[in-house]
């Protein structure tokens, strides 16, 4: 995206849904036309669905938005979001914006490998057992490789096995699969389907379950960033004492799980929304979240803030770490049109891309709560965001919309009856 074009986005809010499209489908090149096929039906017509899950009565929406200003190792991202939550979208962005005077979010993956486990119980001798899979390393990965042929041409297989004894007569073997732009469930699950018997046999157990791990800690994406405190200067604060206030509020959840439980889930609140956009299995990637939160015994948050300790170029650091099981192909994106198009809108290049994004946006939903939570609180912004709603349900357009919203904020009766009346003044009515 052009820096033309990023200017033309920060007035995204003030547009009606058609300009938004419009702008939204030049940016990336295709026709109006296109864009509005693609989200017909929310993206997903009843009897598609009817072929998707069970006992279908209909189909449910919820709104697409797309969050601005993004900008991810150099390169300009606009990011689609599917939430309920006022302030989410709103929020992200005007994040991302203060990160992109940083130089915007510098992101990582880990290779897309996903672990797919094998549960043995009623092992004679566990040690002996381990040592044995072991020795058999080799073949068994030539075996799980076999059971995927269809992955093995885009780059994908078997990567390696670990072996892990969880007391008693049980033990678990993680089969490692890199599943390239699958989320891989299926994948996983039918390699250690297939693999699991030839395990067992050789530990000398009985065979359990044979499922995927949700925490995909193999599969890790590591975002950072660098808001300038200038930055962060408010009507109220200078940049400085915000910085502090947000690594206070980071310090905060590092010390206590019912405050990084909040934390978590406002970083959640950037993370799922591109998930669900994009066709992908959100209860996963939740699930990996917080299992990851949890792994050193203790529930912590999965992105934290610290002031940098440099005297010239003061600023505020930012950084998330975790599994991120995301797919590009297979599963919901067959089915799903406004799916595929919420890929094509942030330009996804690869399931580790999409990760990369997700959690981009997490990290931006993190510091615009911690900001707002440690300065005015976040009751102001829901309540200017609440005023336009409530100026658009009594019939406001256009820049009335704004004009309204601000009046009815000002004078604290954001309801409709005062609504209608600003309006209707506005308009010079009776
Ligand atoms: C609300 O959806 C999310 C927050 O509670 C997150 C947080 O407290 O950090 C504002």
């Given at each position: 995206m052009t820096g033309a074009a990023q200017g033309k986005m920060s007035g995204l809010h003030k547009m009606q849904v058609s300009e938004r499209r419009a702008l939204v489908a030049a940016e990336l090149g295709i026709e109006a036309a296109e864009l509005d096929r693609a989200l017909e039906a929310g993206g997903l017509e009843v009897q598609t669905a009817d072929k998707q899950i069970e006992n279908v009565i209909g189909t449910y929406a919820l709104p697409l938005s797309v969050a601005v200003h993004l900008v991810i190792n150099g390169e300009p991202r606009i990011a689609p979001m599917v939430v309920e939550e006022p302030s989410v979208v709103a929020a992200a962005s005007a994040a991302c914006k203060l990160v992109a005077k940083g130089g915007g979010f510098q992101a990582e993956t880990d290779e897309p490998v996903m672990i797919s486990q094998v549960q043995l119980y009623d092992v004679p001798d566990t040690a002996a057992a381990k040592k044995a899979i072991e020795a058999q390393r080799e073949d068994i990965l030539r075996q799980a490789d076999a059971a995927m042929p269809t992955l093995l041409p885009f780059g994908g297989g078997a990567r390696g096995l670990e072996v892990r004894e969880l007391g008693g007569a049980m033990m678990v073997v993680h089969l490692l699969i890199d599943c390239r732009d699958a989320m891989g469930a299926n994948i996983v699950n039918t390699v250690a389907e297939k693999v699991g018997p030839r395990i067992s046999s050789i530990a000398g157990g009985k065979l359990g379950l044979r499922i995927l791990s949700n925490l995909a800690d193999?599969?890790?994406?590591?975002?950072?960033?660098?808001?300038?405190?200038?930055?962060?200067?408010?009507?109220?604060?200078?940049?400085?004492?915000?910085a502090e206030l947000v690594e206070q509020a980071s310090r905060f959840a590092e010390a206590d799980p019912y405050r990084a439980a909040t934390h978590n889930k406002g970083i959640m609140n950037g993370?799922?929304?591109?998930?669900?956009?994009?066709?992908?299995?959100?209860?996963?990637?939740?699930?990996?979240?917080?299992?990851?939160?949890?792994?050193?015994?203790?529930?912590?948050?999965?992105?934290?803030?610290?002031?940098?300790?440099?005297?010239?170029?003061?600023?505020?650091?930012?950084?998330?770490?975790?599994?991120?099981?995301?797919?590009?192909?297979?599963?919901?994106?067959?089915?799903?049109?406004?799916?595929?198009m919420a890929l094509r809108i942030a330009r996804i290049r690869s399931s580790m891309d999409l990760a990369m994004v997700a959690a981009s946006v997490g990290l931006a939903s993190n510091l615009a709560a911690l900001k707002a939570l440690a300065t005015e609180g976040i009751q102001r912004g829901h309540m200017s965001l609440h005023a336009r709603s409530v100026a658009m349900s009594v019939g406001a357009m256009g820049d009335e919309v704004e004009r309204v919203a601000a009046e009815i904020g000002r004078t604290g009766a954001v309801n409709p009856e005062a609504a209608s009346e600003v309006l209707r003044r506005l308009r010079g009515e009776p």
């Open positions: 193999h599969r890790r994406v590591r975002v950072r960033c660098r808001v300038p405190v200038e930055a962060l200067t408010t009507r109220e604060r200078d940049g400085a004492e915000v993370i799922d929304p591109v998930v669900i956009a994009t066709g992908n299995d959100w209860r996963a990637v939740e699930a990996g979240a917080h299992a990851w939160a949890a792994r050193r015994g203790r529930y912590e948050p999965i992105a934290i803030w610290r002031r940098s300790g440099d005297q010239h170029e003061a600023a505020l650091l930012g950084s998330i770490e975790l599994p991120m099981a995301l797919g590009i192909v297979g599963g919901t994106l067959g089915n799903h049109r406004g799916a595929r």
